[in-house]
Every structure is written in structure tokens, then in C-alpha cells.
């Protein structure tokens, strides 16, 4: 309902309602599956609930006010990323005395926001916010510091599929980084990783897949 991209500007409550509210309750009559909100907004955690949404993943991990106690009464799982500053200035100039530790705090202190709030903790997920108010070396550090989030006690989430990082890296357009995107999904689930955030489904399914082979493998060795 709210585009978060680098540049973005907001929408107002009642348009994200108009755009999201719909959606979920077709997509809840049509199919079994489990329906992801991306919003900061309580009124629209709430409403999106009652129609059959699965999980709140939110950008700003619930500090709006209110949005902690509406996820809370919603009784769903809930995503809490990283993001320095907000979508329309966090790539201005991210800047980090040490981007890891930072990152893992603040997200340790949102976990227990949430199991304070009443919400289960192994109903938490976690995301670094690749990204989200972060230079091209904040990523790569936190991409290879991906284990070390594991000591908050949360699932982890991983969302790079397709973004501009890639490009800067290898040189490739919108159009060309789906070797990208399953590069760093594969590293991601190696380095623990529990949900991927991803564009080409099918062609990261398959990335999936290989590696769950490779595990089975590995565990009758």
C-alpha cells in the first residue's frame, strides 16, 4: 500500500486501506496461504487482520504509535527490519560506528518491545534492512555477519532480491540481476536465513531446494 524504496513519498492511511484492505480479503477467500502486510500503520495492521492477513512486516518495526498495540491485539507474527532515518531521506548518507552491533541492537531491543507487548516471542522475525538506510559496505557487512543475528532469538528475514546494490556491484540493470538475487538468497539461507523476501519465486525455489538437498546430504555423512 506504501512504497518504501529509497526517494518514496508517503500515502496517507486511507489510501493504504483502499489499496491493501481489498487485496487480502480476495486473496484470503481465493487461497491457502499464509498473506504478508507490509505497513507501519495500526489502523491498517487491524483491518488487515480481520480479513485474513498472516504476518506484519513492518519497515519501521512498530514504533509508530500504536502500531505496537495493534499488532499485539492482532495476534499475528510480526517482521521488524532495520532502517536508519525514513524512505525519503535514509540513503542520504547512512552512517555507522559499527553498523553490525548497531543493527543488532536496535533490533534486539524492538524483540523485546514486542514480547513486553504481549507478543510471543517465536512468533518474531527479524531483517537487517538491506538497503534501508545503508551504504553498499554496510550490506556486505551485515550479509557476512548474517549468523550473528541469530543470538537475538528471533527468525530472519533476507530481502536483497533485485536491488539497486546489485547493480552498483556487477554492473547490471533491472532487467539482468536475477544471478544476483539467487547469489545472495543462497548465501543468506547458508549464513541462517529463515524467509526470503524474493521477486523470481520460482527460480529461487529452486535455490532452495539444491541447498535443502545439500544439507540432507550432508546430515547422512
Known sequence: GESTRPGAEPV???????RVVPAVR????????VISVDTSQPQVIAETAAV????????????????????????????????????????????????????QDFLAERVQACVDAGIP???????????????????????????????IGAGL?????????????????LSERLPGSLGFALIALQ??????????????ADIVKVYELTRINEAEQ
Do not use: W
Not at 496517507?12 to 483502499?18: A, M, P, Q, V, Y
Not at 545503508?134 to 548474517?146: G, M, P, Q, T, V
Not at 528475514?157 to 540493470?173: A, D, P, Q, T
Open 26 to 33: 480476495a486473496i484470503a477467500e481465493e487461497l491457502d496461504v
Open 121 to 151: 516471542a517465536d512468533q518474531i522475525i527479524v531483517d537487517p534492512g538491506i538497503g534501508f538506510g545503508k551504504r553498499d559496505e554496510h550490506n556486505l557487512e551485515l550479509i557476512n555477519s548474517l549468523e550473528k543475528f541469530d543470538s
Open 12 to 18: 496517507s492511511i486511507e489510501k493504504e486501506l483502499d
Open 191 to 204: 549464513r541462517g536465513a529463515n524467509i526470503l523476501r524474493v521477486h523470481d519465486v520460482a527460480a529461487t
Open 157 to 173: 528475514l533476507f530481502g536483497v532480491s533485485r536491488k539497486s546494490m546489485i547493480g552498483r556491484l556487477l554492473e547490471r540493470e
Open 52 to 103: 485474513g492477513a498472516g504476518l506484519i512486516n513492518d519497515v519501521r518495526a512498530l514504533r509508530i504509535e500504536g502500531a505496537l498495540s495493534a499488532a499485539a491485539k492482532a495476534r499475528l507474527p510480526v517482521s521488524l527490519m532495520h532502517m536508519q532515518g525514513d524512505p525519503q531521506t535514509m540513503q542520504h548518507n547512512p552512517k555507522y560506528d559499527d553498523c553490525i552491533a548497531q543493527v
